[in-house]
């Protein structure tokens, strides 16, 4: 590998010299003092980040816990579905992207599910999702920062319509939470998902859940109908302290350790968090890794990170339109471009299958940047700003970029796009 490789996927990311450190100590086991430690301390960092993601860093929750699994963000995505419906249960997922149907198949195979669909990249019409969700409707799935197609949806709106049918509300914020504002009790977020190695610049191979108290405390995980108080109407929690407190101490029993998958069982996973362990074998050296992150996040403060995260996206965004390409996604007034990585259609000359021939190019650079997943194959490319980048890397990825297209033959303003990204980066 070339030494100046520079990684600029939306996932994985790059890691600091320190988390790659951390993640090389000697092997421990995963139920000693040791681990326990790096348990306590990646599960504190995770909480900073989940409860004080805005500008100001005030906390936007009353009370939640964050639990640590051992695989990626699929499963945390899964064990959130999965920990909180019966299978007669009426699920309503937002899908504009790859992600928002991976939410929808996931719940497919767990309960009933109406989707609500727009074309990959169109933004979320709240009429439609308003329209299809009910007083039957037991939980709202929705991706924050889709991925696939570089849209930051309306995940405040959406929790509100689902706050109003008093419907638990899921949140996939895998590529926004650590590098973007994300609010728990205001935007009615009743369980978050976040993955190691987006935002958090953490290794891939683990996934985080925040589970607020309105879901724990109210009637437990995954017995969602009866008696629970209303999405942001949370009651702090009595103690505080999770520790060695299910979060669920009600939970059905037709769930918890039976119909909630083994794996995953979000009950015994927090009765075991309270002892800072796993219920199961822990992956050691990630969560030594995730522990260094989420501290180096903390030690950045989420306040500075986001606003580099929007300054950083925006300089590329630019510099992409100063050089003549376009933005893919569609926008509306309750819709915005993400702000940790950016979707570009294409140009002709590079589509389809001459698209090959620029990624080539791309790669020749040391640099490494992501085409469009399944039907978008070839009509875009994306290209992530998540986690710890300089302003130097981003503007070698703008160069990069726009050399790769001029040496496929695409006629393009490079030095105008590298100039817009410094000013911003500047200003
Ligand atoms: C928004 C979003 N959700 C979920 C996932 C799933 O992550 P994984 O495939 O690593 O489980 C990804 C991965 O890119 C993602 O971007």
Request: glycine share 10%; proline share 4%.
């Amino acid at each position: 590998m070339r030494e100046d490789f520079l990684l600029l996927n939306p996932g994985p990311v790059p890691l600091s010299a320190d988390v790659r450190e951390a993640m090389s100590e000697p092997m421990v086991s995963h139920r000693s003092a040791a681990f326990e430690a790096v348990y306590e301390r990646a599960q504190d960092g995770l909480e900073y980040v989940f409860e004080r993601s805005t500008p100001s860093e005030a906390s936007t929750s009353v009370g939640g816990e964050a639990l640590i699994l051992n695989g990626t963000a699929t499963m945390g995505m899964e064990a959130a579905v999965a920990n909180l419906v019966d299978e007669d249960d009426e699920l309503v997922a937002v899908v504009n992207g790859k992600f928002g149907r991976r939410f929808k198949r996931i719940a497919e195979r767990h309960c009933e599910v109406t989707p609500v669909e727009f074309d990959w990249g169109d933004p979320v019409d709240l009429d439609a999702v308003d329209a299809a969700v009910s007083d039957d409707t037991e939980v709202v799935t929705v991706v924050h920062n889709e991925t696939s197609t570089g849209l930051l949806n309306p995940v405040r709106e959406i929790g509100e319509i689902a706050a109003a049918a008093d419907a638990r509300f899921v949140v996939d914020g895998v590529t926004s939470i650590g590098g973007d504002e994300f609010r728990i009790d205001d935007w009615n977020v009743d369980i978050a998902v976040t993955d190691g190695q987006k935002a958090l610049a953490a290794p891939p191979g683990v996934s985080a859940l925040y589970v607020a108290d309105g879901v724990d405390e109210s009637q437990g995980l995954s017995s969602a109908s009866e008696g629970r108080s209303p999405s942001g109407n949370r009651k702090p929690s009595a103690s505080g302290d999770n520790q060695n407190t299910s979060c669920s101490d009600d939970v059905d029993a037709h769930i918890d350790g039976g119909n909630a998958p083994f794996y995953e069982d979000l009950d015994w996973h927090s009765r075991k968090a309270g002892q800072h362990q796993t219920p199961f074998t822990s992956a050691v050296p990630l969560f030594r890794g995730l522990a260094v992150a989420v501290e180096e996040i903390e030690a950045e403060g989420m306040s500075g990170r986001i606003a580099r995260h929007r300054r950083q996206s925006t300089a590329f965004r630019e510099a992409m339109w100063a050089m003549g390409l376009e933005s893919f996604p569609e926008l509306n007034e309750a819709t915005a471009y993400s702000n940790t990585l950016t979707a570009i259609d294409l140009p002709e000359g590079a589509r389809g299958d001459d698209s090959e021939a620029f990624f080539d190019a791309v790669s020749e650079r040391g640099v490494s940047i992501s085409g469009g997943q399944a039907h978008l194959g070839g009509e875009v490319f994306r290209v992530s700003n998540m986690g710890n980048l300089t302003s130097d890397q981003l503007l070698r990825g703008i160069r990069t970029i726009g050399e790769a297209f001029e040496q496929v033959g695409v006629d393009i303003d490079t030095e105008a796009g590298v100039k817009k990204a410094r000013n911003e980066l500047d200003a």
